[in-house]
């Protein structure tokens, strides 16, 4: 059996209530040569009910951290590209993974960032250039990775952002990365209880606190 061309990796804690409408959003792309895996994390709800019927590869940890439970799924994923998708958010179209397969298949290039969409403002996959400097966002949901280009960078084991952390190691490497404006992913930024919204709140709590 080949590999896939995509990994598409998604960590999922107590999302019972949402993952669902993400994973859909993978079963309707019209490009297929992917595995789907899970790595339900810490989860107390019903999620393995619902992605069993869903995922290629499922996975079960305890870490209670979203970049660790990434670097399980990196650690197992067989496709000569890696996609993530948080488990709250979910593909812009159906033709998405076949758009991103056509850039990425031609080209020496080790990222492409693709755009995306937030609270209906449409975000390009370059965040632009300071002093010159080449700026991308930090998120990986919004690029797709060439695995050998990864190798052994993962993750860190921090609660909150690791996405910056990891983002810049790679940079660090010096990859050739395409650009794709057109938003081909939905962020569910500031859901209610996720885990920004979370950070937010408890952030604006302790300022307000501090003030009294």
Request: with cysteine; aromatic share 16%; glycine share 8%.
């Amino acid at each position: 059996m080949g590999k896939p061309f995509f990994s598409v990796i998604v960590p999922a804690h107590n999302s019972a209530e949402f993952i669902r409408n993400g994973l859909d959003s993978i079963k309707r792309q019209t490009f297929t040569d992917y595995e789907l895996i899970v790595i339900c994390d810490a989860c107390t709800d019903n999620t393995y009910e619902i992605v069993k019927k869903y995922a290629d590869y499922m996975m079960f940890t305890e870490f209670g951290r979203d970049g660790l439970a990434r670097n399980a799924g990196i650690d197992v994923a067989r496709g000569e590209w890696l996609l993530f998708m948080d488990d709250d958010d979910w593909w812009l179209d159906d033709e998405a993974f076949r758009t991103i397969a056509e850039n990425v298949g031609h080209c020496n290039e080790d990222i492409m960032a693709f755009g995306f969409m937030a609270r209906d403002f449409q975000y390009p996959g370059l965040q632009g250039y300071y002093n010159t400097e080449l700026r991308i966002w930090p998120a990986v949901w919004n690029k797709c990775y060439r695995r050998e280009f990864i190798g052994e960078t993962r993750f860190p084991g921090i609660e909150f952002t690791s996405d910056l952390p990891f983002t810049n190691e790679l940079l660090r490497k010096r990859p050739g990365i395409r650009f794709f404006e057109v938003p081909l992913y939905y962020y569910n930024y500031m859901r209610k209880g996720s885990q920004t919204e979370v950070h937010w709140r408890h952030d604006n709590e302790q300022e307000a606190g501090g003030l009294g």
